[in-house]
């Protein structure tokens, strides 16, 4: 019998806002006023927190963290559609999402620092998850909420982040296969900046985009320009729209790139080029939303100043709540090695208490 064509797949690309800041008339979703403002002040406020645990780290304040710098549209524009009965589920890369969700930065400063207690939200910070450091791990805990969720017939959606490096772990394909066959309310979010530490996209995969993975487990693909915040908003509207009506998952990359080093303990000079690096500058998801508000007569300079300073001062007051903070117990971390106390342990844990003290005192 000859061969014959049984199915054929195509891959969509969307982008809203070109590099100059100019919408696409019949895409932009023209979001009321507020929103927009929105938009603006949580990239601001992601692209400022960042530089300042930048500052931070150099000081020995806060330890090793990830960078989210060239990034912020690709996590705060779904973010934004994301609805109060949504779950986030995200890596260590989406600060202004978090921060969106109602996270305080506060709980960033300790995370960072090794206090396991930045996990724990304030009263009404509901349905984010804890930073996933397991590469692609945080994909399984999403589809597992989105089944919980389909079983008990709620209308919501889980919204998952990873970057380009985390689909080629095994966890990231169960993850699509099973949510696929269970055809539960989750959206995975694949940042792709272009590099997995000091390991480039062309080494890591063959494919000519992540978005056309989402074809061998029969879910909808897409490909947004993840510099372009209104282009991340629509996609993750469709999506979380299509997931609560019953339309199970989709997997969107957002083409992006990280302008700052892997994490604090990376020196990026050692394997990127320095025109790379400028050529995404000059796609500065901030700059490029920023012309598109002045275009509309929504920002001008003295905004963008007063709110660059208006988001310093929550900064510096964050620091100096982080900073004031001397109540956990040095030794928490014997509380969680077994799930019962072992004698062992125990014994560590005195001589670790016995060493502090000394410590303290002036002594070696």
């Known amino acids: ?18 590099e100059t800041g100019t ?26 927190s960042d530089a300042r645990m930048l500052r931070l780290q150099r000081q020995g304040r806060i330890g090793t963290f990830g960078p989210c710098t060239g990034q912020e549209a690709s996590v705060c524009g779904p973010a934004l559609a994301m609805a109060p009965q949504d779950w986030f589920a995200g890596s260590f890369r989406e600060l202004g999402g978090r921060q969106i969700r109602g996270e305080p930065l506060t709980n960033t400063f300790l995370f960072h620092n090794g206090f396991e207690e930045g996990n724990v939200q304030p009263a009404g910070v509901t349905r984010l998850l ?5 590469v692609g791990a945080q994909t399984l805990h999403a589809v597992g909420a989105a089944y919980a969720m389909k079983y008990r017939g709620e209308k919501a959606c889980v919204v998952t982040f990873l970057g380009d490096g985390a689909t080629s772990e095994g966890d990231f ?5 099973f949510a696929s066959v269970w055809q539960v309310p989750v959206v995975f979010i694949v940042q792709n900046n272009q590099w997995a530490i000091s390991i480039p996209r062309r080494k890591q995969m063959h494919c ?3 978005a056309q993975r989402a074809i061998a487990y029969d879910m909808p693909g897409l490909q947004v320009d993840g510099n372009d915040v209104l282009g991340m908003y629509v996609a993750a509207r469709e999506a979380l729209d299509r997931a609560r009506g019953g339309g199970g998952p989709t997997l969107i990359e957002a083409v992006t790139y990280r302008l700052m080093m ?22 500065d998801p901030l700059v490029r939303f920023r012309k598109y508000l002045e275009a509309r007569g929504l920002w001008d300079a003295q905004r963008q100043a007063l709110l660059e300073a208006e988001v310093k001062r929550e900064i510096d007051q964050a620091v100096q709540e982080f900073e004031a903070r001397r109540d956990f117990p040095p030794d928490a971390p014997f509380d969680h090695v077994f799930g019962t106390r072992h004698a062992l342990i125990e014994e560590q844990r005195a001589q670790f208490l016995a060493d502090l003290r000394l410590g303290e005192g002036g002594h070696a």
């Open 1 to 18: 019998m000859p061969r014959k064509e049984i199915e054929t797949f195509a891959v969509s690309w969307l982008q809203v806002l070109d």
């Open 23 to 48: 919408a696409d008339p019949e895409l932009d979703p023209k979001l009321p006023q507020e929103t927009l403002l929105e938009l603006q002040r949580a990239m601001v406020r992601a692209r400022e």
């Open 130 to 134: 804890p930073v996933s450091i397991i």
């Open 173 to 177: 394909h169960e993850a699509l296969n």
């Open 208 to 210: 000519r985009t992540i």
């Open 262 to 283: 892997h994490t604090t303990a990376d020196d990026p000079s050692k394997y990127r080029q320095d025109d790379e690096v400028q050529q995404w500058w000059d796609r």
